[in-house]
């Protein structure tokens, strides 16, 4: 019974921490709103907070977080599941054990220095070669995911052609698509090529750092959860006729798929909580990109927001200026709150549809 009563202790309060916070920050908050309303807050995208009259506009903050935390998420996704995948089930045990522990020494880094090399190393390097960068870029990208498509448009297509044609028409499909592939990913190379940024404090310069720092938690929660499906499905799998591919594809990752979901809505608010590296290499542009994707203009987020000028609203407590922030405090507790219950509604879900099994 003592160690129920402890238990029960240390939960409750862990869970009134977190009420208290909230209550504290809806507290702050609120005067704002009353004050100012909530029009001007969510539909402007003018922040002059010392002007005279001040602005309070954090439209165009709330679009910074949201294209630094999707790029990040874009980036950091396919990468975290791919290298999951790999030390799941294709590298052997010992190779796991010694990658495994160096993926995740990357979350054990300060953020200060992910933010020291955005904007020491990474922006001058993305402003004078950003170009020549970026083609690379896609020629490393576009070759694999081209060759991908271009095997799977094969295979689908000769699924509907009788076995006597499958030969030639193999090759020759392999060669169009193929050539198709290049081409496209020669183009785009090409026009990526003769970008010139103009500035390397940018919202593609932050998303890729937070990729690198969102990486640890999206591969080692989806190994987590690949490792969970366990034996048994795989060899039911392999001796139903099932390649390797086709297994990991077809029955390991939809067997995993909650937990993947888990592990990308934590790797999105670890990107949307992140603070340093936006603050000191996102260029800290209250401005809305145009068109909305270009990760090439500097941008502000909610997070560097409140860092900057917090020591400055400091001093006038009380006023619109000091209780804006919390504003935006409450604004990215709820984003939290939010994530939290949809990963929380996809392992149920999955749950359900297991039991359903």
Aim: net charge neutral; glycine share 8%; hydrophobic share 55%.
């Amino acid at each position: 019974m003592a160690g129920q009563a402890f238990l029960l202790v240390v939960t409750s309060a862990s869970a009134l921490a977190v009420v208290f916070i909230f209550l504290f920050i809806v507290r702050d908050a609120l005067p704002f709103f009353r004050d100012n309303g909530f029009r001007e807050f969510f539909t402007s995208t003018r922040w002059y907070p010392s002007g005279d009259p001040a602005e309070f506009g954090v439209l165009a903050i709330l679009s910074g977080s949201a294209i630094v935390t999707l790029g990040a998420i874009v980036f950091a996704v396919p990468v975290g599941i791919a290298a999951a995948v790999c030390m799941s089930d294709v590298l052997p045990f010992t190779a796991r054990q010694f990658v495994k522990p160096i993926i995740e020494v990357l979350a054990s880094i300060p953020s200060v220095a992910y933010g020291f090399f955005a904007l020491v190393v990474f922006a001058p390097l993305m402003q004078e070669q950003g170009g020549r960068l970026l083609a690379w870029a896609a020629w490393a990208v576009g070759v694999p995911l081209g060759a991908l498509a271009a095997l799977l448009v094969t295979e689908t297509v000769l699924k509907a052609v009788p076995e006597a044609r499958r030969g030639g028409l193999r090759i020759v499909l392999s060669v169009a698509l193929g050539a198709l592939c290049l081409g496209g990913v020669y183009w785009v190379a090409s026009a990526l090529g003769g970008l010139a940024i103009a500035s390397g404090t940018n919202a593609l310069n932050v998303s890729i750092i937070l990729a690198v720092m969102v990486l640890p938690t999206v591969v080692s929660v989806s190994e987590d959860a690949l490792q969970t499906v366990g034996r048994d499905l795989r060899e039911a799998s392999y001796a139903c006729g099932a390649t390797r591919a086709e297994t990991m594809v077809k029955v390991v990752l939809p067997a995993a798929s909650s937990g993947i979901c888990s592990a990308v809505i934590l790797g999105l608010m670890r990107a949307v909580g992140e603070t340093m590296v936006v603050w000191m290499a996102s260029g800290n542009a209250a401005q809305i990109p145009k068109p909305w994707f270009n990760l090439l203009e500097p941008v502000r987020t909610l997070t560097a927001t409140i860092a900057g000028d917090m020591g400055e609203a400091d001093h006038v407590t009380g006023s619109s200026r000091y209780h804006v922030l919390f504003a935006m405090a409450l604004c990215l507790l709820l984003i939290s709150f939010a994530c939290n219950l949809a990963s929380e509604w996809v392992m149920r879900r999955e749950r359900r549809k297991l039991k359903g099994a």
